[in-house]
């Protein structure tokens, strides 16, 4: 069973570009969440989304950040017109759909973006 | 809003040791989750241990173990027999449930420890 799967590993974009990370779940699970690894920072979330619907983007910048998991494919973390800060590292966690009081979630090995 | 709050940015400990790393909470929620995370230089992220606030007795897998005090809000993380593949960037992080009125999804991580184990 194969885990998490974040592509790219690693990105560089200049600065205007835009960034697009993408993450497959694992099989089965239906729950996916984007944090943020500033460097000497722990995580910080971003979103929540199950599929076709965004649950939570408490976290996630109010412009220029967007994130979807449609019906097929891959969920979806884009950054338009990046900034040299928006440089971190992206992680992608899923877990299968909550029946207890909290499911475990998985970590993708991350995105490292790199804003020139 | 729930911090988590690590005071050791870094520590080391000799092969075959015994090392306690800190990790101290605040929140003002009755019941929630923390957890252990080891992060090694491949980056990817790895859940070491994992405990119940409502529970008592303290939680260990294998050679990890935690001090959970939950009156003092302070969550260690302990590892015997320190071994190099123990080297990592440890994170303690915190999870609400929705029966006492938080979030049960959204992580929130402490900045870490870098643990170094020398041979």
């Known amino acids: 069973n194969a885990g998490v799967m974040q592509n790219p590993r690693h990105l560089v974009r200049r600065r205007g570009q835009e960034a697009r990370l993408r993450c497959s779940p694992m099989k089965g699970h239906s729950h996916v969440y984007w944090y943020r690894q500033l460097p000497e920072e722990g995580l910080k979330f971003m979103v929540y989304l199950q599929k076709e619907n965004i649950i939570d983007e408490s976290g996630m910048p109010k412009e220029r950040f967007s994130a979807e998991f449609p019906k097929e494919g891959p969920s979806i973390l884009r950054i338009q017109q990046v900034v040299r800060g928006d440089s971190a590292a992206y992680f992608c966690?899923?877990?299968?759909?909550?029946?207890?009081?909290?499911?475990?979630?998985?970590f993708g090995p991350g995105t490292r973006l790199t804003v020139l | 809003a729930q911090t988590v709050t690590q005071s050791q940015p870094e520590m080391s400990v000799q092969e075959a040791e015994t090392v306690t790393l800190s990790c101290t909470y605040d929140?003002?929620?009755?019941?929630?989750?923390l957890f252990w995370y080891k992060q090694p230089p491949s980056r990817q992220m790895i859940l070491v241990i994992r405990?119940?606030?409502?529970?008592?007795q303290n939680a260990t897998e294998n050679r990890f173990s935690v001090n959970f005090q939950k009156a003092a809000k302070s969550f260690s993380l302990k590892i015997s027999d320190s071994q190099l593949g123990d080297t990592a960037m440890y994170f303690c992080?915190?999870?609400?449930?929705?029966?006492?009125?938080?979030?049960?999804?959204?992580?929130?991580f402490g900045k870490g420890t870098l643990l170094t184990v020398n041979p």
């Open positions: 405990q119940e606030a409502y529970k008592q």
């Open positions: 992080a915190f999870a609400g449930t929705p029966h006492s009125g938080g979030s049960n999804y959204k992580l929130t």
């Open positions: 966690a899923s877990s299968p759909p909550v029946r207890r009081n909290y499911n475990e979630q998985f």
């Open positions: 929140t003002s929620e009755s019941n929630y989750y």
